[in-house]
Each structure stands twice: as C-alpha cells, then as structure tokens.
Antibody
Framework: QIALKESGPTLVKPTQTLTLTCTFSGFSLSTTAVGVGWIRQPPGKALEWLAL???????RYSPSLKSRLTITKDTSKNQVVLIMTNMDPVDTATYYC????????????WGQGTLVTVSS | QSVLTQPPSASGTPGQRVTISCSGS????????VNWYQQLPGTAPKLLIH???QRPSGVPDRFSGSKSGTSASLAISGLQSEDEADYYCAAWDDSLKGPLFGGGTKLTVL
C-alpha cells in the first residue's frame, strides 16, 4: 500500500523560503523508473507541476519556477524535500507530492496535500 | 496558462454520456500518452485514465479515454451524481521536459 504525506509550514511570509517534506511508504526511491514529483494548486485553480526527482537522482523543474526550486531525496528516510525561495502571495496553494512512474510518465499515487498560505 | 486546453465546464443529467476534450500540440499529446485525473471536491487528484485509454484497477468502465492527433477526450457514460468533480488531462511535454496539466473541467451532474 503506497502512501505519501506532505508536511511543512502552513503560513510563510513574503520573501521567505518554503521547505516542504514528502514522507512516503510502500515503495522505494531506489527502484528503477520510480520518481516523486511536486504539484501545486492555488485555491479554485488548476494543477501546476513544479518538480520531479527520480530513482537515479535525475531532477526536472518547471522552467517558469526553476530558479526558485530545489528538489532532493533521502532514500534511507523515504523522504523528498522541495525548497522554494522568495515566496510571494501568488504562491498560496495546496502543495501535493505524488509518485511518478518514469516509463509511463504519469503521477500514480498522491498525497493528501498541504495548504501553504503566503501572507505578511 | 496551461498549454493543454480543456473546456472550463461540462454538465449532464444522470444516465447521460458526457465528453471532455483536451487539446494540445505536437510536443505533448501528439507524441506522448495522455492521462486523466479526477479530483472530487476537497480531495487530492486520482489517476482515472492512463496511456490514452487504460483504466487503473478499480476505475469503472463507464470512464473511457481516446486520442487523435494532438487532441484527447474523456468520456463518461451512465453519468452518476458521484461523478461530479474536476477533471484534468495531462501529458509529458518534450519541449518542457516535464509534465503538463490541462486547465481542468468542472463537471456538474444536473
């Protein structure tokens, strides 16, 4: 049974750095062709892909946010961390992590999401 | 702004068949598989259709997907009240070197 859960602050101030952790179980990030991605969804708006990290440490970032994002993994802890710098109120959103199957290029299992509000 | 274009809304009555379209380009839908996600109110998205027309285990066969050229469609037959949700198409984009989501379609069951 695959499970993912996002954790991190619910409120950050503008210009601050956001650090989110995805803790997962039921699979290993050392398994070939497995990855974990981050997707966000502003209130009432569409899903937006942010970043991906794969079993072999290959990393992909959304071009529009690449300069602000860093994704890392800790295979021994079953965790993936997303860092987003210079937060702005427009970054207010629910942030999801999800498993990404490299060969099928799809997000299979999703976490419940965590709402991050950016406000002073 | 999403590069995959979906109608913002769709509706139908119970028992009807509805379709939701997703229009892309040669760098995404034209050369890569399309996946569909269902997001029930207040919940995380769930994989509904993958690889253009494949249903994951547990997804009713009322849901089907198709693709032609740079466009894809999700069809829901025998519409039920519990199908009321947001539906998103997605595809890998070779120019982006990452996944793209559509803008989402809100399905209302009248």
């Amino acid at each position: 049974q695959i499970a993912l859960k996002e954790s991190g602050p619910t409120l950050v101030k503008p210009t601050q750095t956001l650090t989110l952790t995805c803790t997962f179980s039921g699979f290993s990030l050392s398994t070939t062709a497995v990855g974990v991605g981050w997707i966000r969804q502003p209130p009432g708006k569409a899903l937006e892909w942010l970043a991906l990290i794969y079993w072999d440490d290959d990393k992909r970032y959304s071009p529009s946010l690449k300069s602000r994002l860093t994704i890392t993994k800790d295979t021994s802890k079953n965790q993936v961390v997303l860092i987003m710098t210079n937060m702005d109120p427009v970054d207010t959103a629910t942030y999801y992590c999800a498993t990404h199957l490299e060969w099928f290029r799809l997000f299979e299992s999703w976490g419940q999401g965590t709402l991050v509000t950016v406000s002073s | 702004q999403s590069v995959l274009t979906q109608p913002p809304s769709a509706s139908g009555t119970p028992g009807q068949r509805v379709t939701i379209s997703c229009s892309g380009s040669s760098s995404n839908i034209g050369i890569n598989n399309v996946n569909w996600y269902q997001q029930l109110p207040g919940t995380a998205p769930k994989l509904l259709i993958h690889s253009d027309n494949q249903r994951p285990s547990g997804v009713p066969d009322r849901f089907s997907g198709s693709k032609s050229g740079t466009s894809a469609s999700l069809a829901i037959s025998g519409l039920q009240s519990e199908d009321e949700a947001d539906y998103y198409c997605a595809a890998w984009d070779d120019s982006l070197k990452g996944p793209l989501f559509g803008g989402g379609t809100k399905l209302t069951v009248l």
